[in-house]
């Protein structure tokens, strides 16, 4: 069964950091990892998605790797803006054609303080 | 374009009341999804459809029912309604095998549901 999880589970950082949020899959037989982020009493807001082919994927300041082989992605945040603050989900796809199957971890909760 | 849209956003209902939850999308969407969302769970797929008519259970589906009559609407209903399932609910959209086969999920606001 596939299980993801996510370290840390909260990070506090002051403005302008970059930081790296970690995402860890047990099931290296995936069709895609997507990364979303998450506004207190909203809806999830899809930031990247890597297909199982690709290394990595970029928009703006964020950057998101994957590597199968070790069942781990990274979301990298440059020059983190209070703006910044959510919580931060990844979800893994299982790999075939039909069966539905995605799994999410349980996020990182992310401040940016000012 | 409005995206995925969800109604209502919230509701309280008693123990053993039914209600139906209302997805709908604009895309063009192939293939939509219901999740439910609790603290320390995570989110977890209730039910999908991969295209209209059709639906299929997810990892949580007991005590829900789903039907897709339309392309652009996903509807879930509680039939009898129990304080286990007091939680957020999430409709999501992407496309399927007919948008390249990406997969990308695009989810609506919510609804925040409680049961008494």
């Known amino acids: 069964k596939q299980e993801v999880t996510q370290i840390p589970a909260a990070l506090s950082v002051p403005e302008g950091e970059n930081l790296v949020l970690n995402c860890s899959f047990t099931?290296?037989?995936?069709?895609?990892l997507q990364w979303f982020r998450q506004d207190p009493g909203k809806g999830l807001t899809s930031l990247l998605l890597?297909?199982?082919?690709?290394r990595e994927q970029t928009s703006g300041r964020l950057n998101a790797s994957l590597d199968k082989s070790s069942g781990r992605s990274t979301l990298y945040i440059a020059a983190s803006q209070p703006g910044d603050s959510a919580t931060y989900l990844c979800?893994?796809?299982?790999?075939?054609?039909?069966?539905?199957?995605?799994?999410f971890g349980p996020g990182t909760r992310l401040s940016v303080l000012p | 374009n409005a995206g995925v849209t969800q109604t209502p956003k919230f509701r309280v209902l008693k123990t053993g009341q039914s209600m139906t939850l209302l997805c709908a999308q604009d895309?063009?969407?192939?293939?939509m999804y219901w999740y439910r969302q609790d603290p320390g769970m995570g989110l977890r797929l209730i039910h999908y459809?991969?295209?209209?008519?059709?639906?299929a259970k997810g990892e949580v589906p007991d005590g829900y029912n789903v039907s897709r009559l339309k392309k652009q609407n996903f509807l879930l209903g509680l039939e009898s309604a129990a304080p286990s399932q007091t939680s957020v609910y999430f409709c999501?959209?992407?496309?399927?095998?007919?948008?390249?086969?990406?997969?990308?999920?695009?989810f609506g606001p919510g609804t925040r549901l409680t049961v008494t």
């Open positions: 459809s991969v295209g209209e008519g059709t639906t």
């Open positions: 979800a893994v796809k299982r790999d075939d054609n039909y069966g539905q199957n995605f799994v």
């Open positions: 999501a959209s992407s496309y399927g095998l007919a948008g390249g086969l990406t997969y990308e999920q695009y």
């Open positions: 890597i297909q199982s082919s690709q």
């Open positions: 895309m063009n969407h192939e293939y």
């Open positions: 099931d290296s037989a995936i069709y895609n």
